[in-house]
């Protein structure tokens, strides 16, 4: 099965509006890595967790290691915050395992 | 910020053909990965590497080789391309054990 799955697989926000995407792991992540990939295709750094929270501008991430799973809040969001959210687990041995991805779109 | 860069970025071959793709991060990394991204499977881990001469089985290894000739110098090799391998594939880079990934602009092979 999965070692990571991702849910909601697809979400269409309001402008304005604020969504959580979530991570779940069957794996005992050690760190987390969240990416946006952008209508061009290419992947955008957005959060390198340890157990913890980050916040960035609008964006706010947690993981929790001891009940396997992560979190990115997106607050006020913007149309420039469409496309792809991958979250991506490390077990400890460099081998990164990625979720199938959030499709978000941001409507006016 | 880590500098990845992949090439070609685009890459058209038939089925039995030879592909070579190429990767240099300018960031003095350890390890370089590649991956390959397909619709409904997210990114999945063909080899890795910490290292030049150093080479890492990923999930899905079948049909691909690689090289690591340099610390900044990462080759996947397609010696029978199949139609099964046409993808968008990435690179990436990190510092080591617990560090961030970056990823380049990636290629996208059709094999037809």
């Known amino acids: 099965g999965d070692k990571v799955k991702q849910s909601p697989s697809a979400l269409s926000l309001q402008e304005g509006t604020n969504s959580a995407l979530r991570c779940n792991f069957s794996?005992?992540?050690?760190?987390v890595q969240w990416f946006l990939q952008n209508p061009r295709g290419s992947l955008i750094n957005l959060f390198y967790l340890v157990p913890g929270t980050k916040e960035n501008g609008r964006l706010k991430s947690a993981f929790d290691s001891k009940e396997s799973y992560s979190t990115l809040h997106i607050r006020d969001a913007q149309l420039e915050d469409s496309g792809t959210y991958f979250c991506?687990?490390?077990?400890?041995?460099?081998?990164?395992?990625f979720g199938k991805g959030t499709s978000l779109t941001v409507i006016p | 910020e880590a500098a990845v860069t992949q090439s070609p970025r685009n890459k058209v071959t038939v089925t039995g053909g030879n592909v070579t793709l190429s990767c240099r991060q300018t960031n003095s990394h350890n390890y370089m990965y590649w991956y390959r991204q397909d619709t409904g499977h997210g990114l999945r881990l063909i080899h890795y590497?910490?290292?030049?001469?150093?080479?890492q089985i990923g999930d899905v290894p079948d049909g691909y080789k690689a090289t690591r000739t340099t610390q900044e110098d990462f080759f996947l090799l397609l010696e029978l391309a199949s139609p099964s391998q046409t993808s968008l594939y990435f690179c990436?880079?990190?510092?080591?054990?617990?560090?961030?990934?970056?990823f380049g602009p990636g290629t996208r092979l059709t094999v037809l």
């Open positions: 991506a687990a490390d077990p400890g041995y460099q081998n990164f395992y």
């Open positions: 590497s910490y290292g030049a001469g150093n080479l």
């Open positions: 990436a880079s990190s510092d080591g054990s617990y560090a961030e990934q970056f």
């Open positions: 794996i005992a992540a050690t760190t």
